[in-house]
């Protein structure tokens, strides 16, 4: 209605009385859009005029349409997409019926008793050699009892030291050693304390070189090392009461001055000047050390002595062998 009202030229909510008071012949109000159409109208048409044309212009324009198009048929939720998938149900997993582990038949009998069943024996082990009872296999046997541990020095051998012909020293077997060639072995039974000496008179004779087992380098001035050491040594031995001490210290002295002998053979001229006076204290101090007893001295009653004594007579007959070349009158060891 309002579109009409406009088109007859009053505004929507006027009074009749203000209607009447327009003029019907507005120019600007004698057009009625339809849409797409325009339909013009004189002035003055009235309202009901107006109205009728609008609705022969409707009715028109219906008939003339073709007919109407069906709406789109709303496509039916394909089943597929509307169906809400059922989770998927696991079927419950079948145990595994347990094996039953095939029972063992228990052996036919008849069938043991037909067929003999190999034994294996154990084999017999063969009797284990008695050690051979000789002089040689009880000297040792001895030996080992005493030493233990601690072990021993070998001294001397079976060899007679005095013999130089060819069949002395030739190879024996151990069964072939009679009593009196065991008679000549002889051997020091070792201590902690006569090793710790051993190793401390060595590093006083030989210095830097004293852990230098493969070459040792002397010459003529090692004599004088040896006349520093048997002066020390040989002043504190003589204040030494512990006669066990005594004794230990004099063994790794002496055996060390005997094994590094380049002195008794390379010597200033000035060495054979206090040889003779240092040699004669060492072996008052042997004499008197080996008076006392054996349990005096903390040594075994079979080995320890003899073998010390065989160390004393090598060390004479070396020292009575040094050549003074007229210098000097020739050395003496007597400490028996």
């Not at 107006?50 to 709406?71: L, N």
């Not at 004088?224 to 005594?246: F, H, I, N, P």
Request: hydrophobic share 35%; proline share 6%.
């Amino acid at each position: 209605s309002n579109r009409i009202s406009r088109v007859c030229g009053n505004e929507p909510g006027q009074s009749s009385s203000a209607q009447q008071s327009h003029q019907w012949g507005h120019a600007a109000l004698r057009a009625y859009t339809m849409g797409k159409r325009t339909l013009n109208f004189p002035p003055g048409t009235s309202s009901a005029s107006v109205r009728k044309a609008i609705e022969a212009t409707k009715r028109k324009d219906i008939s003339k349409k073709a007919p109407g198009k069906k709406a789109p048929a709303k496509k039916a939720p394909s089943k597929k997409a509307s169906a809400k998938k059922a989770p998927a149900r696991k079927a419950p997993a079948r145990k595994a019926p347990a094996r039953k582990a095939p029972a063992r038949k228990a052996p036919d009998k008849k069938a043991v008793t037909k067929e003999a069943v190999p034994v294996k024996t154990p084999a017999k082990k063969a009797p284990a050699k008695k050690k051979a009872d000789t002089p040689c296999t009880r000297y040792f046997d001895r030996l080992e009892k005493i030493a233990g541990n601690d072990g021993y020095i070998m001294i001397r051998g079976v060899n007679d030291p005095d013999a130089d012909s060819d069949e002395e020293h030739e190879e024996r077997s151990n069964d072939s050693y009679t009593e009196q060639d065991m008679s000549r072995m002889r051997v020091v039974i070792g201590s902690a304390q006569r090793k710790r000496y051993q190793s401390w008179i060595r590093t006083l004779l030989l210095g830097d070189q004293a852990n230098d087992r493969c070459f040792l380098m002397f010459d003529t001035s090692f004599s004088y090392t040896v006349e520093e050491v048997l002066e020390q040594m040989v002043g504190s031995l003589e204040k030494q009461k512990d006669m066990a001490k005594r004794f230990d210290m004099l063994l790794a002295l002496t055996l060390n001055l005997d094994e590094y002998d380049v002195w008794m053979h390379d010597h200033e001229v000035e060495f054979l000047d206090t040889a003779p006076r240092l040699l004669a204290r060492l072996a008052k101090l042997w004499k008197g050390t080996l008076s006392k007893s054996d349990d005096a001295l903390g040594i075994d009653k079979e080995f320890t002595r003899q073998g010390a004594h065989a160390v004393l007579e090598k060390f004479q007959r070396d020292v009575e062998n040094i050549d003074t070349c007229g210098f000097a009158p020739p050395l003496q060891f007597k400490w028996e």
